[in-house]
């Protein structure tokens, strides 16, 4: 085992520490709940859950590094966000790529990820499933609920024998249901055990001797320079580590996330939830816009709108492509942030007469034209330390994420609806 970690030495912790559990609040509906707290108490459940489902994860994970370590390719595809979540991520795999169709060799690995219920693209799913069976040599991942009614009609259309071992259907448990709640569960659901499993990958491959690959954080000390050194690698050979334990590394991820949740559930931040709610609602209910301006990965077209207020919301992007011309005064920009607070876009965004809602792990202001929820996940997003490995892997902030993001449209309907009661 290498105990050399260069220049990377802060950036995890050595030994790894155990995640463990933490003191678990109520899961079903208490006094006083809105609707932040009714979406947080039903995905820190899901979590409980999924920790006793991570033998399910190991055999596909060994399968799938076999195949990496070989030379195999690995992609994701599936609903709308899912790939762009997997793909470039800090404590993920730098190797992975979009999947645009190209042949599935034999060993290459392929992540399908569904995330609703209510499925707008099942005929690809459906496709995939069936009849390319015996155009896809490789291994295929698909990430859906058994729950889910088109998924329990599409596996008997599946032929599974024809696929040999190499369909792996992993039952994410999300629930089959349109509410705001169920679409943020069924969404986080699939994000965190395709994550799992990943880690799942990693712990196995180091059972047969090889490291995989992953990224660093680009705001971690050195991210960029580790990042450098693992372009257009599938293996690390400066890492050699000792053998993880199947299932370790799901069970603290899982575990990790679940923290996070029951720390903003705990915190203040629910009513500073609210509080963005009211101010969004207000200016959809004026006739203003709300320009969306989002730094992660997977929400940029994976996060889903109300229908009641779908066409005052303008999702505008990622930050480089951000233009404050376009706010007029009484907009609101919406920031839904990283690490950092957006100093300069909140400023400019100001200047224009609009107001703001800003999302980060960092401290934010909160007055007259300005409102900001704190984000509880870790510094770096990555969450898990491996013994012997410089750089955290597997990070949480899609998934912690997409309870924020579903809680705030959950709440700004509901405002909606209050605002419209009075006006009568």
């Known amino acids: 085992m290498s105990t050399n970690l260069g220049v990377w030495v ?33 995905a820190i459940a899901w979590f409980s859950g999924a920790v006793k489902r991570t033998d399910a994860l190991i055999a596909p994970a060994e399968s799938a590094a076999k195949r990496i370590i070989a030379g195999g390719e690995l992609y994701a595809d599936g609903t709308s ?11 993920g795999y730098g190797f992975l790529k979009k999947w645009s169709g190209e042949p599935i060799k034999a060993n290459d690995v392929l992540f399908f990820g569904m995330m609703r219920s209510r499925e707008p693209d099942y005929e690809h799913s459906l496709t995939v499933l069936t009849w390319k069976s015996r155009r896809i040599p490789g291994q295929v991942m698909h990430f ?58 990693f712990a196995a491959a180091s059972r047969n001797g090889k490291t ?46 679940q923290k996070q949740l029951v720390a903003f559930l705990n915190s203040d931040q629910t009513g500073q939830v609210r509080l963005a709610a009211e ?16 730094s ?14 779908r066409e005052s919301v303008i999702v505008y992007g990622r930050p480089w492509q951000w233009r404050d011309e376009v706010l007029e005064k009484g907009d609101v920009l919406l920031d839904f942030g990283y690490l950092t607070y957006p100093t300069r876009r909140a400023d400019k965004a100001l200047k224009r007469g609009a107001e703001v809602v800003t999302i980060s792990v960092a401290d934010g202001p909160t007055d007259k034209n300005r409102t900001h929820i704190k984000s509880l996940w870790s510094n770096w997003d990555s969450v898990i330390n491996v013994t012997g490995y410089p750089v955290r892997i597997l990070p949480s902030s899609g998934v912690v994420q997409t309870v924020q993001w579903y809680a705030l449209m959950d709440e700004t309907e509901k405002a909606m609806k209050r605002l419209a009661k009075r006006s009568r």
Not at 20 to 28: A, F, R, W, Y
Not at 81 to 91: I, L, N, Q, T
Not at 175 to 199: E, K, R
């Open 144 to 201: 859906s609920s058994r729950r889910w009614p088109y998924v329990k009609r599409t596996i008997p259309t599946m032929k599974l024998d024809r696929w040999g071992g190499r369909l792996a259907l992993i039952d994410t448990d999300g629930p089959d249901g349109s509410s705001w709640s169920d679409i943020s569960l069924n969404q986080m659901a699939t994000i965190a055990t395709a994550w799992a499993l990943q880690g799942e990958m």
């Open 81 to 91: 966000g899912f790939a762009m979540e997997m793909f470039s991520r800090a404590g």
């Open 212 to 257: 995989l690959a992953t990224l660093a954080s680009d705001a971690e000390p050195n991210g960029k320079l580790w990042d450098r050194s693992v372009r257009g690698k599938k293996l690390n050979p400066r890492f050699k580590l000792p053998a993880i334990p199947a299932g370790k590394i799901s069970r603290e991820y899982y575990l990790a996330c």
């Open 279 to 294: 101010r969004l609602a207000a200016a959809v209910a004026r006739g203003k816009r709300v320009f969306v301006v989002i």
């Open 296 to 309: 992660g990965h997977l929400h940029v077209t994976g996060a889903l709108v109300p229908r009641s207020f």
């Open 10 to 42: 802060k950036n995890s912790i050595q030994p790894a520490p155990t995640v463990k559990p933490v003191k678990l609040p109520p899961t079903k509906p208490q006094p006083g709940d809105g609707q932040t707290e009714k979406i947080y108490r039903e």
